[in-house]
């Protein structure tokens, strides 16, 4: 519903063109791959595949596309991991559909488009995580053991103790559960 409705509203403005609709993540990187838009809009949260992913993978692969996250996720550390995945622009979804508009024509002209809001406060609080340790703690997050972690990352279980122990330190909490919630409601995992 809410994709339909978002095409539907591109579709008023006379200067956009909607030229194809994705549900899942891998359904949208084939799509894009194929169909090269100036602009790929993207949500975070999609089954297969995040929009984080999407945008990390079609600058890896060279696409011309640019991607503009459009979600309910208010967290500047999303923020950051779109801009560093290659996201040109990030947007909340209770935004006015104008403002939308207006930041695809933004980065479609080269430009970045950010949520004002969210802009300023994306650089007080670094992400304290590595790419490893976010790994980890995201599987532990999920209610993975030690060894369940260590088999799907090929790490020895003392190398995944280590990055638990690390990340848990970092973010000030008592155990990897609460280290995985803390993580996630400040957008870095």
């Known amino acids: 519903?809410?994709?339909?409705?978002?095409?539907?509203l591109l579709g008023i403005e006379t200067?956009?063109?909607v030229i194809g609709e994705a549900r899942t993540g891998r359904e949208a990187l084939s799509l894009a791959l194929e169909k090269a838009p100036d602009v790929v809009v993207t949500d975070i949260e999609m089954p297969e595949m995040t929009g984080l992913d999407l945008a990390?993978?079609?600058?890896r692969q060279g696409s011309r596309s640019r991607v503009v996250i459009l979600t309910t996720f208010a967290r500047p550390g999303y923020l950051r991991r779109a801009l560093e995945?290659?996201?040109a622009g990030y947007l909340l979804k209770d935004a006015p559909s104008a403002r939308l508009a207006d930041a695809i024509r933004r980065v479609a002209a080269g430009g970045r488009a950010v949520d004002p809001s969210l802009a300023a406060e994306a650089w007080t609080e670094p992400d304290p995580l590595t790419d490893r340790e976010r790994e980890v703690l995201r599987l532990a997050g999920e209610g993975r053991s030690g060894p369940e972690i260590a088999r799907a990352l090929r790490l020895s279980e003392g190398t995944v103790r280590?990055?638990?122990?690390?990340a848990i330190g970092k973010l000030g909490a008592s155990n990897r559960v609460e280290a995985a919630r803390l993580a996630r409601q400040k957008g870095w995992l």
């Open 1 to 8: 519903m809410v994709l339909g409705a978002l095409s539907a």
């Open 15 to 17: 200067d956009l063109q």
């Open 56 to 59: 990390a993978e079609l600058k």
């Open 85 to 87: 995945a290659g996201a």
């Open 162 to 166: 280590n990055y638990l122990s690390e």
